[in-house]
């Protein structure tokens, strides 16, 4: 995520919520949806398949820009082929939790497949 230049975009929304705990730190789940349509679809005609694999990675940053947590979920995922339509998967959405102690934080978020 240190480079400008991806190949393809795939769309998301993310946002991480922090709830704070007795002892100094906060409870941050990270939740990212991952649309219908985003990461690529492959149709296996032979096996009568689909498949689709892609990971979900989101990296928090304190105040100097430095990794201080990295969260990720790989989906692989599979369905029968019906017909001749274009496959689709639904919609992914994906849940990760981490704890940090107070203070500044950015996240960045991608999905690559």
């Known amino acids: 995520m240190e480079t400008e230049d991806w190949p393809a975009e795939i769309p ?12 100094g730190e906060a409870r941050v789940p990270v939740l990212v949806e991952v649309p219908e349509g985003g990461p690529g679809v492959a149709r296996e005609e032979k ?17 100097d820009r430095q990794v201080v947590r990295k969260l990720s979920r790989r989906y ?3 369905w029968p082929l019906r017909g001749t339509a274009a496959p689709r998967a639904g919609a992914v959405l994906c849940y990760e939790e981490t704890e940090l102690p107070a ?4 996240v960045e978020t991608v999905v690559y497949d």
Do not use: I
Not at 12 to 23: G, I, K
Not at 47 to 63: I, K, M, N, S, Y
């Open 47 to 63: 096996e009568r398949l689909c498949r689709q694999d892609f990971t979900v990675l989101a990296l928090v940053r304190g105040p």
């Open 76 to 78: 692989q995922r599979s």
């Open 103 to 106: 203070g500044s934080y950015v």
């Open 12 to 23: 998301l929304q993310a946002t991480a919520l922090q709830f704070p705990e007795d002892r």
